[in-house]
């Protein structure tokens, strides 16, 4: 049942990111975690112009107040660490111009050894579609596809070239090179989305809600692939948003990973029982600061250990 486990870097308000990203990002490597992980959340609209996840009415985290630029963030954690995958969870990939992008990736893996794990979404802010200005929201689908041509060809043998609506790149010598082939993976959930994952990412990032459901999509994703004859494996990393609290969350409605470490550890074994290659977790607003969270990260890598995974 062992299972490879990662950590969530420090990246809101609470923390002082130029300090706390490298001592937690050392921290979580001495402690066993295999991968450290970051997130985008670009602005803060005030007075809010939908709800969180395009959903009505639901109102924004306050921890998404100040969220610090996650490639910047990821390049924090290169010197302080030499073992630990560096991944994105979620990148929104549409934000961000293609060829830079897939430079900033290519140099951070360079840089790193090889750690880079992309993993890109397509977001769903129209805010921060409209800040960042690259391209248009109803198009997300369309651009999500360029930037993952464009990260092919600029990770690729020189020369580079490539024609597409947002990018041109002429014949080109485009470096550093990653150290090796960046994994891409996406958190497909559509039948449109999920079959762009399978015929062009090398793996799954899914939201663990639920051991049941997720085994379902799982499921589901595998038996795409075989319809669509891919031949390599998938690779798997599920994201755990956690819901910690000091005192044992009590009542039947306790929803997956909400409660004490020994109650999220039990959700983390019955997670890993699906069979996914990687959990990672993410702290979320718990932690008071840096202090904490490593003493809250050690304690649950201990636990989860200690439990089989």
């Known amino acids: 049942m062992a299972a490879r486990l990662g950590l969530s870097l420090p990246q809101t308000h609470q923390y002082d990111i130029g300090k706390d990203v490298p001592e937690v990002a050392r921290a979580a490597e001495e402690i066993g975690y295999e991968s450290l992980w970051v997130f985008e959340r670009a602005l803060f609209p005030e007075p809010a112009t939908q709800g969180l996840y395009g959903m009505e009415g639901v109102p924004w985290p306050d921890a998404y107040r100040s969220v610090a630029e996650p490639l910047v963030t990821l390049a924090l954690a290169v010197p302080a660490t030499r073992r630990a995958r560096l991944g994105t969870s979620v990148l929104v990939a549409p934000l961000h111009g293609p060829f830079q992008l897939a430079r900033t990736l290519g140099t951070l893996d360079a840089a790193s050894g090889g750690r880079v794990v992309a ?15 690259i391209a248009p929201f ?27 609506t947002l990018t041109t790149i002429n014949s080109s010598v485009v470096g550093p090179k990653p150290a090796r082939p960046i994994p891409v993976l996406l958190p497909a959930m559509s039948k449109k989305a999920l079959t762009r994952l399978v015929d062009r990412a090398d793996g799954w990032q899914p939201v663990a809600m639920g051991a049941e459901q997720l085994a379902t ?44 470490i020994d109650q999220i550890v039990t959700d983390l074994v019955a997670h890993v029982e699906v069979g996914l290659d990687e959990y990672f977790v993410d702290f979320n607003a718990a932690p008071r600061d840096a202090e904490e969270l490593k003493d809250l990260a050690a304690e649950l890598y201990t636990a989860a250990r200690a439990a089989g995974v």
């Open 217 to 260: 999509e799982w499921r589901t994703l595998q038996e795409l692939a075989a319809e669509r004859g891919r031949t390599e494996p998938l690779q798997s990393a599920a994201r755990i948003n956690l819901q910690y609290t000091a005192k044992a969350f009590e009542g039947a409605d306790r929803p997956p990973f909400a409660g004490n």
């Open 119 to 133: 993993g890109l979404g397509t977001g769903w802010s129209l805010d921060e579609y409209a800040a960042a200005g």
């Open 138 to 164: 109803k198009d997300r689908g369309k651009s999500l596809d360029e930037v993952l041509d464009v990260c092919r060809a600029v990770w690729g043998p020189d020369p580079v070239t490539y024609e597409g």
